[in-house]
């Protein structure tokens, strides 16, 4: 009954900009942590950004100084503002938000994955 979309992500040029949108709906009272990852082909699955329930984030070395997650609660939406952008974030990017039930294990929920292509 919990559904994740990400969306925003394209085409930009070296140094360009793009964000990045992981909307969640459903019954997300459990939801305690949401991440980005990305995924180039043939590459295994990296973890980019995180941010907890109570606003703590942590960054990937590489993405530190150039992106920022974020989030609207209003919106049920968290964001990963993605700056200065090299050909190396070139990547699937998935939102992945993180559940733990009472007498369960941690568990995530994935979204479909957006494309980012930097590239001139």
């Known amino acids: 009954q919990v559904q994740i979309v990400e969306s925003g992500g394209g085409l930009v040029q070296p140094g360009g900009s793009l964000r990045l949108s992981c909307a969640a709906s459903?019954?997300?009272?459990?939801?305690?942590?949401t991440y980005w990852y990305r995924q180039a082909p043939g590459k295994q699955r990296e973890l980019v950004a995180t941010i907890t329930s109570g606003g703590s984030t942590t960054y990937a070395d590489s993405a530190k100084g150039r992106f920022t997650i974020s989030r609207d609660n209003a919106k049920n939406t968290v964001y990963l503002q993605m700056n200065s952008l090299k050909p190396e974030d070139t990547a699937v990017y998935y939102c992945a938000a993180y559940f733990q039930e009472p007498g369960q294990d941690r568990r995530p929920l994935w979204g479909q994955g957006t494309q980012v292509t930097v590239s001139s």
């Open positions: 459903g019954n997300i009272f459990y939801m305690y942590a």
